[in-house]
């Protein structure tokens, strides 16, 4: 199982990008596919999630309002639109997945830089 995030970058404070994973060698259409992130000397933290089973939708407090997650099931692709960036968004960002019914996240992608400029 392969998870490839691409699309990040260095943007200006109050811009925008699109983070997208493609999975390959499983399906998730059932199960959740998630975002996390960390910044320097910070430990992982959780940004955003969408459980394919009902298409719920979870977000950080941090993020709420601003980045939004969307899935692909077709393509087995998960995105995160993030907008009105901050500087204090700066981090690596990880895509990862579960099977429906699992606790733990056991698929990770290789994580993406995106750094926000003040």
């Known amino acids: 199982v392969q998870l490839q995030a691409s699309g990040g970058g260095l943007v200006q404070a109050g811009g925008s990008l699109r983070l997208s994973c493609a999975a390959s060698?499983?399906?998730?259409?059932?199960?959740?596919m998630g975002w996390f992130r960390q910044a320097p000397g910070k430990e992982r933290e959780f940004v955003a999630s969408f459980r394919g089973s009902d298409s719920s939708t979870y977000y950080s407090d941090s993020v709420k309002g601003r980045f939004t997650i969307s899935r692909d099931n077709a393509k087995n692709t998960v995105s995160l639109q993030m907008n009105s960036l901050k500087p204090e968004d700066t981090a690596i960002y990880y895509c990862a997945a579960r099977d429906r019914g699992a606790v733990t996240y056991d698929y990770w992608g290789q994580g993406t830089q995106v750094t926000v400029s003040s």
């Open positions: 060698g499983r399906t998730f259409s059932s199960g959740t």
